[in-house]
C-alpha cells in the first residue's frame, strides 16, 4: 500500500470516531495553539461528555463541525479532552507516536551531549500527559492522564521502535492521576528496573534510589541553573543548600572551589543521599535535617553565616486558591535567607510552583529584602532547563523561576 493510501485508510477510519463538538467561541483558544479543553467549553446538547469513554479518542469539532484536532477524552476532569494530532490525515496512532518521539529526541540530542535530560515534556512535545525522563539506557516516565494511560502500551512500543531502553520504568505516582481516577503504580514493562537511577550532570556523577526518589527521580529542569550557580560561586564560600533532595546545588558550589556547604531538608533520607553523593564526587557536605522555616530560624540563633544560599522549595502554591498562603511562605523563606547571608552574598530563590508568576516571586524576595534592612540586585534571571521547552501558546508549560540576587547591608 502506497504512502498516500495509508493516510487515506488512517482518515477514513479515524472519521469514524465519537464527535465532540464545542460551544460557540470556544475554539478560539485551541487555534491559537493550546491543547486543552475544558468541560464548560462542550456543547453537552449535542454530544454529551458522560456518553464518551473514559480514555477514548474523539475529534473536536468546532459549532460549525469544523476539525480542529483528535484529542483523549476524560468526561470525568474538569479538562475533559487534551490534542494529539491537529491533521485529519494523521490520527492518533503508533506512527504518530514515533514521530513526536523522534521529533523530540533530536532537539534532546542537539542540546545535550550525554543522554541525561528529559526527553519528553508533554504539552511542549505534542504529548499531553506523558513526561519521559533518560538516564543513559534507562528511561523513567509517568503518565498523568486517563488518555494517555489508555495508550501506554503503543507509546512503549513507540520508545522500542526509537530507541530500545535497557529498562523503561513508569513511576507512575504523582497527585495529577488521582485528579483522571487512575490509581498510583510503579510498573516495569521493559528490562528490569535499577535500585537507583545514575546521573550524570556536567563533570558531576549523581545516584539516587529509585523506589523513593521524587518526581521521576531528578530535577533536570534545574540543570541550567546549576551550571550559572557553579559560575557564581566564589572560592572558599560558605554555602546552604535550602530543600537539598540529592544535594546538587551544595555539591555543585564545593566543586568550584566553595570551603564548606550545608544542606537542608526534612527528608533524612534525602539527606543521607546527598551524603553519598559527595563522597562520590570526592567533596563532604553537612547536614540539617527537619522542617526547612525552623532550621533557618535555628541556623541564626546559633549565629551561622553565609555566602552563598540556594531555596529550591517544593510548590507551595499547587492550586490558585492556595496563593495567599503559599505567597507568604516564599517571601518568609527569602526573609530567613537574607538574615542568614553575609555582608555581600549570593542567594538564589526559585519557585516551581505555576500560580506564582515571575514579577510575583521577585515582588516578595523585595518584600522580604525591606523587612530584613536588605538590597537586592537581581544579576540572573533563570528558568527551566531547554529539555523543558515552553509552548508558546500554554502558558501553564511555563513553571520554573529562578532569580540570582545579589544581596547587601543597607
Known amino acids: 500500500m502506497s504512502v498516500s493510501a495509508e493516510l487515506s485508510a488512517a482518515a477514513s477510519a479515524a472519521a469514524g470516531l465519537p464527535a465532540l463538538r464545542l460551544r460557540r467561541g470556544e475554539d478560539r483558544r485551541l487555534r491559537a495553539g493550546h491543547l486543552w479543553v475544558f468541560s464548560n467549553e462542550v456543547d453537552n446538547e449535542s454530544t454529551p461528555l458522560l456518553g464518551l469513554q473514559t480514555g477514548s479518542l474523539v475529534r473536536v469539532l468546532s459549532e460549525r463541525d469544523q476539525f480542529i484536532g483528535y484529542a483523549y477524552v476524560n468526561p470525568h476532569a474538569l479538562i475533559c479532552a487534551r490534542i494529539l494530532s491537529r491533521s485529519p490525515v494523521h490520527p492518533p496512532d503508533r506512527s504518530l507516536l514515533v514521530h513526536r518521539l523522534r521529533v523530540a529526541l533530536a532537539l534532546r540530542e542537539r542540546l545535550y551531549?550525554?543522554?541525561?535530560?528529559?526527553?519528553?515534556?508533554g504539552e511542549s512535545d505534542g504529548l499531553p500527559g506523558l513526561v519521559l525522563d533518560r538516564y543513559g539506557e534507562i528511561l523513567v516516565g509517568q503518565i498523568?492522564?486517563?488518555?494517555?494511560e489508555a495508550l501506554r502500551s503503543e507509546v512503549e512500543a513507540a520508545v522500542c521502535a526509537v530507541h530500545a531502553p535497557q529498562a523503561l520504568v513508569w513511576?507512575?505516582?504523582?497527585?495529577?492521576?488521582?485528579?483522571?481516577?487512575?490509581?498510583?503504580?510503579l510498573l516495569t514493562p521493559i528490562g528490569k528496573a535499577p535500585e537507583e537511577l545514575a546521573v550524570l550532570e556536567g563533570s558531576l556523577t549523581y545516584n539516587v534510589p529509585l523506589s523513593t526518589a521524587q518526581k521521576t527521580g531528578w530535577f533536570y529542569d534545574q540543570s541550567s541553573n546549576r551550571e550559572l550557580w557553579r559560575r557564581l560561586i566564589a572560592p572558599?564560600?560558605?554555602?546552604?543548600?535550602v530543600c537539598s533532595y540529592a544535594g546538587?546545588?551544595?555539591?555543585?558550589?564545593l566543586s568550584r572551589g566553595a570551603r564548606e556547604a550545608v544542606c537542608v531538608d526534612a527528608s533524612e533520607a534525602a539527606l543521607a543521599v546527598a551524603r553519598r553523593n559527595a563522597a562520590a564526587n570526592g567533596v563532604a557536605v553537612a547536614t540539617e535535617q527537619g522542617d526547612v522555616f525552623e532550621v533557618l530560624d535555628e541556623l541564626m540563633r546559633r549565629g551561622e553565616r553565609f555566602d552563598a544560599i540556594v531555596l529550591d522549595p517544593p510548590a507551595f502554591i499547587k492550586r490558585k486558591r492556595d496563593s495567599a498562603r503559599g505567597q507568604a511562605g516564599y517571601?518568609?523563606?527569602?526573609?530567613?535567607?537574607?538574615?542568614?547571608?553575609?555582608?555581600?552574598?549570593?542567594?538564589v530563590s526559585c519557585s516551581c510552583s505555576y500560580h506564582l508568576g515571575a514579577e510575583e516571586l521577585l515582588g516578595l524576595i523585595q518584600a522580604a529584602a525591606r523587612h530584613s534592612a536588605r538590597f537586592v540586585q537581581v544579576l540572573y534571571t533563570g528558568a527551566q532547563s531547554p529539555d523543558h521547552p515552553i509552548h508558546p501558546a500554554i502558558p501553564e508549560t511555563r513553571y520554573l523561576k529562578a532569580f540570582f540576587c545579589r544581596v547587601t547591608r543597607e
Do not use: H
Request: charged share 25%; net charge positive; no cysteine.
Open 113 to 121: 551531549s550525554s543522554p541525561y535530560y528529559r526527553w519528553v515534556f
Open 144 to 148: 498523568a492522564t486517563a488518555g494517555m
Open 171 to 185: 513511576k507512575n505516582d504523582g497527585a495529577a492521576r488521582e485528579l483522571e481516577q487512575l490509581p498510583r503504580q
Open 236 to 241: 572558599g564560600a560558605r554555602v546552604l543548600d
Open 248 to 253: 546538587a546545588w551544595a555539591i555543585s558550589a
Open 331 to 347: 517571601r518568609k523563606l527569602n526573609q530567613l535567607a537574607m538574615r542568614l547571608l553575609e555582608r555581600d552574598a549570593l542567594l
